[in-house]
């Protein structure tokens, strides 16, 4: 017994699956379920409709089962299992435009403001906004959203009262330094 559709409920409901599966700025996936439906409520066969829009089957049987017990509602994703994020993203964004703050903490003066964090300042950053966020997950952050910090230099400070930091050597071929 082949399986469609179900018909639709009322003509809005009809109009945003068809709406949907003629979109080109909706999500993809949804898009995708959408045109199943559509193609289904036209006569194709689960068969016919994969065929034409590349799929498996199984996953336009699927979708049909999923439309016909929940409506549209039915063709977003469900929940995924595991923990939640910690962070919402309120939090998230809080931090990412921590990054990108004109002065940081460390008061650079050059454009690239995010190569002057250094994880560890944008942790106690984060502490004193009220941000409960560890230095693994600042990294994770920052790394999803392509986002730079700088990496501690160890030999550009020290406790000592008489460091001298390191200066830049000029090489022979700088202008300005004088050949014996």
Do not use: Y
Request: hydrophobic share 35%.
């Amino acid at each position: 017994m082949p399986l469609h559709a179900r018909p639709a409920t009322d003509p809005a409901e009809e109009r945003t699956v068809r709406t949907l599966a003629a979109s080109r700025h909706a999500p993809a996936d949804w898009i995708l379920r959408a045109r199943i439906i559509a193609r289904s409520w036209d006569g194709e066969r689960a068969g016919q409709i994969a065929a034409g829009l590349g799929c498996h089957p199984k996953t336009v049987r699927q979708w049909l089962h999923r439309f016909n017990v929940h409506g549209v509602d039915g063709l977003g994703d469900r929940p995924r299992s595991g923990r939640p994020r910690r962070l919402g993203e309120t939090e998230r964004g809080q931090l990412i435009n921590l990054v990108r703050q004109a002065d940081g903490i460390l008061g650079a003066v050059d454009e690239q403001q995010s190569a002057q964090w250094t994880l560890d300042a944008l942790v106690q950053a984060a502490h004193e906004l009220g941000i409960a966020v560890e230095r693994s997950q600042v990294r994770r952050i920052l790394l999803a959203e392509g986002a730079r910090w700088r990496h501690p230099r160890s030999w550009t400070s020290s406790p000592d009262p008489e460091f001298v930091p390191k200066e830049r050597r000029s090489s022979p071929s700088t202008p300005g330094r004088q050949r014996e």
